[in-house]
């Protein structure tokens, strides 16, 4: 496993502060615009949207969004912004009336963006969206909330959001779904007692998540590539096109399994079962298979959290094999096993073991639990409500996914400071 480009630490507040006074001054004036604005913002007003980033993910919520305004639920696309030249032509050449934006700074300062989606790389996660609750905007923000190495910079950004009065969904859309609904409801029904552990995984055959595709021309760092703003707070290294990418293999960047893909299996149980930050985190793991390029980030990964519920959770992953094995949460009286597990969408059917009486099968769901996301972010934005996914939530998934990849890359058992609220190794 190599290690890191810098060591495994947050950014410091003063840092991220000397980092963001370049565009003090105009997210101040678009903080009072956009503010100003919400204050009279009727049910029937429609939203306008900004994409901060593109790439494959960004371009699915753009879809979706576009789908939404077509349908007339009171949304559209205002503005899109990527570091990539060719890719932010091609995203506005796809809705009609949208500005082109390269620096995601001046989309925040467009006043007819009222919400803001993110889905850049990790490590941009939460300085953007920093940015955007500074200039007064809502913020859809794909999961994980940020960088395994920024779980300081993460609680800011709850902090700020909370002083701010922001609306911020965290792309978990599990939360969002029909079928893991049925699991709270027998959860909260008392249906297998009390929870005292469960077991969950991810598995895949195959490392196309990390190597991704790369143009075959000779692209360089310039107006229609912005290198420096890809690498936001990451260590200040020479460009490669692999980097800029497919820079889900790197650390500097992302976290494999545990970052990429735990948030879809483990998110879910974390909201179903009420759980906070856990108090201590174990992992293992390390690249057992795809060894034969400049793969930094593990392909086969392990965590274990506990958590002060009196809960232990494990969750297992491999990208060598894809056979399935039943999630389960087991709790003194019995035990929920789930079947035909499509973590995206859903799964088939769940079924109830109770220790006394007849097990019993229950449908489950696969529709569109994204677009469920979005609709409850969109009336939440209405409403001033709080969504499904919110920024506190994310906070709390954030801790347990740095405190393994620390413990990892560290080779230390890491725990929960609840004084401090502050990761120890």
């Known amino acids: 496993m190599k290690k890191p480009t810098q060591p495994a630490a947050t950014i410091t507040r003063r840092q991220f502060l000397e980092k963001s006074a370049k565009t003090a001054t105009f997210l101040a004036t678009a903080s009072t615009v956009l503010i100003s604005r919400r204050n009279v913002l009727g049910a029937n007003e429609t939203l306008g949207v900004g994409f901060i980033g593109v790439g494959g993910r960004g371009s699915s919520h753009l879809g979706m969004v576009q789908g939404l305004a077509n349908t007339k639920e009171g ?23 949208a500005k082109a ?12 963006v009222d919400v803001v989606c993110i889905a850049t790389p990790d490590r941009l996660h939460v300085p953007q969206a920093l940015d955007a609750i500074r200039a007064g905007k809502d913020v859809y923000c794909e999961k994980p909330m940020g960088h395994w190495s920024q779980f300081n910079l993460a609680r800011q950004f709850f ?58 021309e000779n692209v360089q760092p310039g107006p ?7 690498l936001g707070d990451a260590p200040k290294v020479p460009f490669t096109k692999d980097r800029f990418f497919s820079w889900h293999k790197y650390l500097d960047y992302a976290g494999g399994p545990c970052t990429d893909l735990f948030p879809h299996v483990f998110t879910p149980i974390v909201h179903v079962l009420g759980l906070k930050f856990p108090s201590v985190a174990a992992s293992s793991g390390g690249i057992f298979k795809y060894d034969t390029y400049d793969r930094e980030v593990p392909d086969t990964f392990t965590m274990l959290l506990d958590y002060p519920e009196r809960l232990s959770l494990t969750v297992v992953s491999t990208l060598a094999n894809d056979y399935m094995t039943e999630p389960a949460i087991r709790g003194d009286e019995g035990t929920i096993t789930l079947q035909g597990t499509q973590w995206e969408t859903g799964f ?3 079924t109830v073991i109770p220790k006394k009486g007849e097990r019993k099968t229950l449908p489950g769901d696969k529709s569109n639990s994204t677009l469920a996301h979005w609709r409850n972010f969109l009336e939440c ?24 990849m620390l413990g990892f890359l560290n080779k230390k058992m890491a725990r929960f400071d609840f004084a401090k609220q502050e990761i120890v190794l």
């Open 101 to 112: 934006y390269p620096k995601h700074q001046d989309l925040l300062a467009d006043k007819n």
């Open 348 to 350: 088939d059917s769940v």
């Open 224 to 230: 229609d590539l912005n290198w420096e703003g890809f």
């Open 75 to 97: 949304v559209r696309v205002a503005a899109i912004s990527d570091a990539y030249g060719p890719r932010l032509r091609s995203a506005v050449d796809r809705c009609e009336g």
């Open 381 to 404: 934005v209405r409403s001033r409500g709080k969504p499904v996914s919110d920024v506190e939530f994310g906070l709390h998934v954030q801790a347990a996914m740095s405190m393994a």
């Open 159 to 216: 902090q700020e959001t909370q002083e701010r009065k922001r609306v911020v969904q965290i792309g978990n859309q599990g939360n969002s779904s029909k079928a893991w609904k049925v699991v709270e409801d027998l959860v909260k029904q008392g249906a297998i007692g009390r929870p005292q552990h469960v077991q969950v995984g991810y598995f895949r055959g195959g490392d196309w998540g990390e190597r991704m595709p790369v143009p075959k």
